[in-house]
């Protein structure tokens, strides 16, 4: 997992979708705008755009001259129990923009179940939740949680419910989240 808290300097050198944080709308990025990448995390990215922050998925890394992320393998005939551990993987390189905690380690992922399917091909059912139910990346952190699960080899569904039952709080994180943001 990469991890780094930067003020780099950026030039986006082609036009590139972004998400703004923390509000989510989605917005175009043109080429030739001047920004700083604010982390990197998980193979994306938060970058600082004339006073506003914005998520750019790591699909669009080479936009700002950064390389995509590579392809995930699994062992040819892998189990449940691989293609299980490879989706936690996954799941770990999911961050909020402004928390630079995986959700796994934040205590949102609340259940993970992978389910056989015909042809070798799976589905997994996730339930998570969000640090706060208003919270304006949630579609996105789950749109996330989605694509990352599905570049998993033979996982052809990731179906994730978000729920607020039980309410996320604090409790939940581990303690390396605690350390990290301060509240251990």
């Known amino acids: 997992m990469s991890y780094s808290r930067t003020s780099e300097p950026v030039k986006f050198s082609r036009d590139c979708p972004a998400v703004m944080v923390p ?4 917005v175009n990025l043109p080429a030739g705008t001047v920004g700083y ?4 995390l998980g193979g994306s990215f938060t970058v600082f755009v004339d006073g506003n922050l914005f998520r750019i998925a790591g699909n ?4 700002l001259g950064k390389e995509l992320p590579t392809a995930l393998h699994l062992p040819e005939g892998a189990g449940d129990d691989e293609v299980e551990a490879l989706v936690w993987k996954q799941l770990r390189t999911c961050f ?11 205590g949102l992922v609340y259940d993970c179940v992978v389910e056989q399917l ?18 304006g990346m949630g579609d996105i952190l789950v749109e996330d ?3 990352k699960v599905e570049q998993v080899p033979t996982v052809v569904e990731a179906d994730v419910e978000l729920v607020f039952d039980p309410p996320w709080n604090q409790s939940m994180m581990s303690d390396v989240a605690r350390l990290e943001t301060g509240m251990m």
């Not at 669009?60 to 936009?63: E, G, L």
């Not at 909020?96 to 934040?106: A, F, G, M, Q, T």
């Open 118 to 135: 015909t042809g070798g091909q799976r589905k997994v059912a996730i339930r998570m939740t969000l640090t706060a139910p208003a919270c």
């Open 23 to 26: 509000q989510g709308d989605k």
């Open 60 to 63: 669009d890394a080479d936009a």
């Open 96 to 106: 909020d923009p402004e928390i630079p905690v995986n959700i796994v380690e934040l």
């Open 145 to 147: 949680v989605c694509s």
């Open 37 to 40: 990448i604010t982390q990197a």
